[in-house]
């Protein structure tokens, strides 16, 4: 089908003005057709067969030293994905209010969560704001607690008008208590990157992806803290922000692989998903980027092992790097040297898990090297399953040989048993805790773009009303998006990922003041 059958002229200008191409939307098109290859799994990822390292500790106190040592002249730099409301905490106290009407015959069986919820209220470290919240409009929160009228008590807390939890980004809502103090995850991160990300010029620099309708109360938020941590932690802060690009959108299609309008005629598009966050990550200078999720912060009495780890992970990188850039270095100034090649082989092969194809060619194995090791290098956290095996750490199919990549289940054809098999398998699951490296050994920034697999994106399905919606993500930021890059896998302490997925996970005890 030709462009101009395909595409109104008003469509042609829609599609430029988002910064996208018509070809590239064909192309989203094309994959809704085609649908996203699955990944082959070879095997898990296991610290039986090598392929998650388990560090004792000799290796942690070695680690740590390397990160004492080399990050001494490093710019260091926090990423977080914080993007997207908290609606999805608060799934079922939406639900509840919007169907409870004073009435249930067993309210412990029908709204489970929901009374967790309620019986612990006093426990949030939001609770005095609901009860100033609620004051305001002289309505006293006891009262309509002790008669049973819930659903205002969790609309003053969720209503945009009121204290709009439902609304504002995870990033700003009251997680930790600390006395008469609470802390929101942003808060959090700040103290957190203080601890380990912080340069030798003095500052803690960390950067945020927001939703443009998020950014003003980040820049408000930010204001209001900033002077007080700095002087809290005796350091200078430094918070940029950016926003997903609108060009990393992708087209929403029909049932039949069609593209979606409005009411008023024009084409639909959808975010592109946390893959699309690779265009932010891109633009971020830094020697060391630590990445983590916005929701995944503990008080200050239980950040010691997400503290350790960090540096352990980041100290094994610039180790790793460093001896990277030197065979890189060497091999450059000593194109022919037959023992250095086979040294730098050894070395790709045992420390980075690199598949060095044979070859008898001494400029073949020159340039395989070369290209093989000229890469951004990421070092990932591992934490034990607890539960079903979901998605993790995979040795999976490239080319000829093998590749570490972190793979979801959605990728994974769970129809066939062979795969299925080698999912199960699996011992650890990635807790978006990672280490990057994006600098090359001349100190420039590699184009991460270069070094991801485009036929790794997702594609989901939605019902809206009659109407069957077919969204596409991206490669995923840590999955198909960093596909070409040199991947460590490191078991870390389960206690180091403490994720806040519902609302009632503030509940549990290591979010709770002690």
Same mark, same amino acid.
């Given at each position: 089908?030709?462009?101009?059958?395909?595409?109104?002229?008003?469509?042609?200008?829609? @599609?430029?003005?988002?910064?996208?191409?018509? %070809?590239?939307?064909?192309?989203?098109?094309?994959?809704?057709?085609? !649908?996203?290859?699955?990944?082959?799994?070879?095997?898990?990822?296991?610290?039986?067969?090598?392929?998650?390292?388990?560090?004792?500790?000799?290796?942690?106190?070695?680690?740590?030293?390397?990160?004492?040592?080399?990050?001494?002249?490093?710019?260091?730099?926090?990423?977080?994905?914080?993007?997207?409301?908290?609606?999805?905490?608060?799934?079922?106290?939406?639900?509840?209010?919007?169907?409870?009407?004073?009435?249930?015959?067993?309210?412990?069986?029908?709204?489970?969560?929901?009374?967790?919820?309620?019986?612990?209220?006093?426990?949030?470290?939001?609770?005095?704001?609901?009860?100033?919240?609620?004051?305001?409009?002289?309505?006293?929160?006891?009262?309509?607690?002790?008669?049973?009228?819930?659903?205002?008590?969790?609309?003053?807390?969720?209503?945009?008008?009121?204290?709009?939890? !439902?609304?504002?980004?995870?990033?700003?809502?009251?997680?930790?208590?600390?006395?008469?103090?609470?802390?929101?995850?942003?808060?959090?991160?700040?103290?957190?990157?203080?601890?380990?990300?912080?340069?030798? %010029?003095?500052?803690?620099?960390?950067?945020?992806?927001?939703?443009?309708?998020?950014?003003?109360?980040?820049?408000?938020?930010?204001?209001?803290?900033?002077?007080?941590?700095?002087?809290?932690? !005796?350091?200078?802060?430094?918070?940029?922000?950016?926003?997903?690009?609108?060009?990393?959108?992708?087209?929403?299609?029909?049932?039949?692989?069609?593209?979606?309008?409005?009411?008023?005629?024009?084409?639909?598009?959808?975010?592109?998903?946390?893959?699309?966050?690779?265009?932010?990550?891109?633009?971020?200078?830094?020697?060391?980027?630590?990445?983590?999720?916005?929701?995944?912060?503990?008080?200050?009495?239980?950040?010691?092992?997400? @503290?350790?780890?960090?540096?352990?992970?980041?100290?094994?990188?610039?180790?790793?790097?460093?001896?990277?850039?030197?065979?890189?270095?060497?091999?450059?100034?000593?194109?022919?040297?037959?023992?250095?090649?086979?040294?730098?082989?050894?070395?790709?092969?045992?420390?980075?898990?690199?598949? @060095?194809?044979?070859?008898?060619?001494?400029?073949?194995?020159?340039?395989?090297?070369?290209?093989?090791?000229?890469?951004?290098?990421?070092?990932?956290?591992?934490?034990?399953?607890?539960?079903?095996?979901?998605?993790?750490?995979?040795?999976?199919?490239?080319?000829?040989?093998?590749?570490?990549?972190?793979?979801?289940?959605?990728?994974?054809?769970?129809? %066939?048993?062979?795969?299925?098999?080698?999912?199960?398998?699996?011992?650890?699951?990635?807790?978006?805790?990672?280490?990057?490296?994006?600098?090359?050994?001349?100190?420039?920034?590699?184009?991460?773009?270069?070094?991801?697999?485009?036929?790794?994106?997702?594609?989901?399905?939605?019902?809206?009303?009659?109407?069957?919606?077919?969204?596409?993500?991206?490669?995923?930021?840590?999955?198909?998006?960093?596909?070409?890059?040199?991947?460590?896998?490191?078991?870390?302490?389960?206690?180091?990922?403490?994720?806040?997925?519902?609302?009632?996970?503030?509940?549990?005890?290591?979010?709770?003041?002690?």
């Amino acid at each position: 089908m030709k462009k101009k059958e395909l595409f109104s002229h008003d469509d042609l200008e829609q @599609i430029a003005a988002h910064g996208l191409t018509a %070809d590239a939307v064909e192309q989203q098109i094309e994959n809704f057709r085609k !649908g996203f290859p699955k990944m082959t799994l070879i095997d898990a990822a296991t610290i039986a067969n090598g392929g998650i390292r388990s560090l004792d500790d000799a290796a942690v106190s070695q680690a740590l030293e390397h990160y004492a040592t080399l990050a001494k002249d490093k710019r260091l730099l926090k990423f977080v994905p914080a993007s997207g409301a908290a609606s999805r905490m608060f799934k079922e106290l939406f639900a509840f209010s919007a169907t409870y009407y004073g009435v249930a015959g067993n309210f412990a069986k029908e709204y489970p969560e929901v009374q967790t919820f309620l019986e612990n209220l006093r426990s949030f470290a939001f609770y005095n704001d609901l009860r100033t919240e609620m004051a305001r409009a002289s309505l006293d929160i006891d009262e309509y607690m002790q008669r049973g009228d819930y659903s205002t008590v969790i609309n003053f807390l969720l209503k945009e008008q009121y204290l709009g939890y !439902g609304s504002k980004p995870k990033a700003l809502l009251k997680f930790h208590r600390y006395g008469s103090l609470q802390r929101t995850p942003l808060e959090e991160h700040i103290v957190e990157g203080a601890s380990y990300a912080l340069s030798n %010029d003095g500052k803690v620099r960390l950067h945020f992806t927001v939703s443009p309708e998020h950014r003003t109360l980040f820049k408000k938020k930010i204001s209001e803290i900033k002077r007080y941590y700095e002087d809290a932690l !005796g350091v200078k802060i430094e918070i940029t922000l950016s926003e997903q690009k609108h060009y990393t959108d992708t087209i929403a299609v029909d049932e039949y692989n069609e593209p979606l309008r409005d009411d008023e005629g024009h084409l639909v598009f959808r975010p592109g998903g946390h893959g699309a966050l690779l265009e932010n990550l891109n633009e971020c200078n830094a020697d060391v980027i630590f990445m983590k999720n916005i929701d995944n912060v503990v008080p200050d009495w239980d950040k010691h092992s997400t @503290i350790v780890y960090k540096k352990v992970l980041a100290g094994l990188l610039l180790d790793l790097q460093r001896h990277t850039f030197d065979y890189i270095r060497r091999i450059k100034q000593s194109p022919t040297d037959v023992h250095l090649l086979a040294e730098a082989e050894q070395f790709a092969s045992q420390q980075l898990g690199i598949h @060095i194809e044979p070859t008898s060619s001494t400029k073949q194995r020159r340039e395989q090297l070369l290209k093989k090791l000229n890469r951004p290098i990421r070092v990932c956290g591992m934490v034990r399953n607890q539960g079903e095996p979901g998605g993790g750490p995979f040795f999976v199919k490239e080319g000829n040989g093998t590749s570490l990549q972190i793979v979801e289940s959605a990728q994974i054809n769970r129809k %066939d048993a062979a795969q299925e098999a080698i999912l199960q398998k699996s011992t650890h699951f990635n807790p978006v805790d990672l280490v990057c490296g994006t600098k090359d050994y001349r100190g420039r920034r590699f184009d991460l773009r270069a070094f991801r697999d485009p036929a790794t994106g997702f594609i989901s399905k939605k019902s809206k009303g009659a109407v069957t919606v077919k969204s596409q993500e991206l490669p995923g930021l840590w999955n198909g998006a960093m596909a070409h890059w040199i991947t460590i896998f490191v078991e870390v302490p389960l206690a180091t990922f403490n994720p806040v997925k519902t609302v009632n996970d503030l509940l549990r005890k290591e979010h709770m003041e002690r």
